[in-house]
């Protein structure tokens, strides 16, 4: 005679083993689920479009206060250039220096024969504290009174200029942004 396999782990007396009865397995019929699955899930796709929605402000709303801010921001970077150019050269309240349109634009004029303005080291410290290339500052040189009025334009700044002896060099400088 044989004796029964031994139980695994082996039985106390009044204890069913240490990890209890093993579950009962259901069989598996083909075409359903292994595993038991919750009820159904409602087919709403409210959150999507909800979510897109907000997406669609979101982006708007972004792209207009970028654009509203970048060019408020770079007017105001450009007024802010011109009013601390005429402050770092001393030159505020200085004859033939005038700022104008809210530190948007500048105007300076250099003493003629029979006008008074700016010295003309006024005037190039304040084109070289708004970063105006050298190029430029040798074209405003070189004016002539029969070439009459000149531009020229650089990062974030254009202007114009004339120059007659008797009324000296005028150049208005402006902001790109205005």
């Known amino acids: 005679m044989t004796s029964p396999p031994p139980e695994f782990p082996p039985a106390e007396p ?42 669609a402000v979101g982006i708007a709303a972004g792209l207009l206060l970028g654009a509203v801010g970048g060019a408020a921001g770079g007017a ?10 005429v402050e770092t ?4 309240d200085t004859t033939g ?11 300076l004029r ?15 410290c304040v084109l070289k504290e708004v970063d105006a290339p050298e190029s430029l500052l040798t074209r405003f040189g070189s004016t002539r009174a029969l070439d009459g009025t000149q531009t020229g334009e650089w990062a ?14 005028n150049i208005i400088l402006e902001t790109a942004n205005k």
């Not at 050269?89 to 505020?92: G, L």
């Not at 220096?97 to 105007?107: F, I």
């Not at 974030?156 to 060099?169: I, K, V």
Request: with cysteine; glycine share 14%; net charge positive.
């Open 14 to 55: 009044g204890v069913q083993g240490l990890l209890g009865e093993p579950p009962a397995v259901q069989p598996h019929v083909w075409g359903q689920p292994v595993f038991p699955t919750a009820a159904p899930l409602r087919k709403s796709r409210k959150h999507v479009y909800f979510g897109l929605g907000g997406l």
């Open 89 to 92: 050269c001393a030159a505020v």
């Open 156 to 169: 974030g700044f254009t202007a114009s200029w004339t120059y007659h002896p008797d009324n000296g060099l």
């Open 76 to 85: 105001l970077a450009g007024a802010s250039a011109i009013q601390d150019a």
């Open 110 to 124: 250099t003493a003629g024969k029979k006008s008074e303005g700016a010295k003309m080291l006024t005037v190039v």
């Open 97 to 107: 220096v005038d700022v104008m349109d809210k530190g948007k634009s500048l105007n």
